[in-house]
């Protein structure tokens, strides 16, 4: 469920080569961005909303983290902190593969790894996920993507 004031714009589509047939399967390969997060949202309380981030590297890496938001702090990371050159992320890069338009990944974080699967569409991935750290887990996430000049701000 996105949060008030988290509607989502409309991302357009990877560019196509011209003349290019198009096919009746989609490859994730079309759509998994890399210039941008990969954003669920949701509540946690009454005065606080939590994001799950997913960032993604065309080399098969990614890394997560999530942030909580409150009146005076964003759902979204600011400044370069979120990537994988960061020291805070030395350690911390999962993997991820695509086949078709399903994907499967594993997350690391300080205290172990959260494993999803699910798909990719065209503007966001809808994944199923379990947490080796404290076994919660869940299905139909939906991760929307915002591309890095597109980040909202927190409005109150």
Not at 6 to 26: D, F, Y
Not at 40 to 66: C, M, P, Q, W
Not at 68 to 93: C, H, M, V
Request: aromatic content about 14%; overall charge negative; some cysteine.
């Amino acid at each position: 469920m996105m949060a008030a004031g988290c509607s989502k714009a409309q991302t357009p589509k990877a560019a196509e080569s011209p003349g290019a047939e198009e096919s009746t399967a989609v490859t994730a390969e079309r759509y998994l961005r890399y210039d941008g997060l990969y954003c669920y949202i949701f509540e946690d309380n009454a005065d606080y909303k939590t994001s799950s981030i997913l960032r993604f590297y065309e080399d098969g890496g990614v890394i997560i983290a999530s942030i909580q938001a409150s009146e005076t702090s964003s759902y979204f990371p600011k400044g370069d902190w979120f990537r994988r050159e960061s020291p805070r992320y030395e350690n911390l890069i999962g993997t991820y593969t695509l086949t078709e338009n399903d994907i499967v990944l594993t997350t690391v974080d300080e205290s172990g790894t959260i494993d999803f699967q699910g798909m990719v569409e065209s503007d966001r991935l809808v994944l199923d996920f379990h947490s080796n750290i404290n076994g919660n887990s869940g299905i139909g996430r939906v991760y929307e993507f915002y591309s890095f000049e597109e980040l909202p701000e927190y409005v109150p």
